[in-house]
T-cell receptor
């Protein structure tokens, strides 16, 4: 148990569906992150939120829409996905100052399959 | 962004053997983490080590920030050590992950 939870753990969706992934952290951190991990590839950072403000968007397609209502919750809204978006989506949190982010803790991930 | 390279990409060990995993990074970083990813995808924190040496049981890590590398030592390996080991380098709000070392420990 890392203090970061994610739901659902598994998700199968069609290309025309809309779904949302949820992440919650209980560590008192101020920064939250979404990562994508495709098969046999390293983790790719998608979005960063610091004190609810999005500070990084690493050229992610608009069919992925993040939402961070407060420092403890992070969502990833999905719509009109493609089969190549099938992957493990990981959420993480950390303490973050202006120029430095500290130790990251990860949730268990959501394994997404797009059919 | 920073390039992070890990070696070796794959490693097979007999139970009880020792190993060293390496992580090279291309520029100055604020900090460096080592993770173990289990077969279910969970990333488990091993070390947060911006510099110096730390030890935790059979595992230890050393980061030489001035030379831009970090090493993870596994001693007396066990089958439960199998999985993928990642290092991640941080600058600002960005984290850069290496491609991982896939470790298999056979009984």
């Amino acid at each position: 148990e890392t203090g970061v939870t994610q739901t659902p753990r598994h998700l199968v969706m069609g290309m025309t569906n809309k779904k949302s992934l949820k992440c919650e952290q209980h560590l008192g951190h101020n920064a939250m992150y979404w990562y994508k991990q495709s098969a046999k590839k390293p983790l790719e950072l998608m979005f960063v939120y610091n004190f609810k403000e999005q500070t990084e968007n690493n050229s992610v397609p608009s069919r992925f829409s993040p939402e961070c209502p407060n420092s403890s919750h992070l969502f990833l809204h999905l719509h009109t996905l493609q089969p190549e978006d099938s992957a493990l989506y990981l959420c993480a949190s950390s303490r973050s100052d202006e120029d430095v982010s500290y130790e990251q803790y990860f949730g268990p991930g959501t394994r997404l399959t797009v059919t | 962004g920073i390039q992070v390279e890990q070696s070796p990409p794959d490693l097979i060990l007999q139970e009880g053997a020792n190993s060293t995993l390496r992580c090279n990074f291309s520029d100055s970083v604020n900090n460096l983490q080592w993770f173990h990813q289990n077969p279910w995808g969970q990333l488990i924190n091993l070390f947060y080590i911006p510099s110096g040496t730390k030890q935790n049981g059979r595992l230890s890590a050393t980061t030489v920030a001035t030379e831009r590398y970090s090493l993870l030592y596994i001693s007396s390996s066990q089958t439960t050590d199998s999985g993928v080991y990642f290092c991640a380098a941080n600058t600002g709000n960005q984290f850069y992950f290496g491609t991982g070392t896939s470790l298999t420990v056979i009984p």
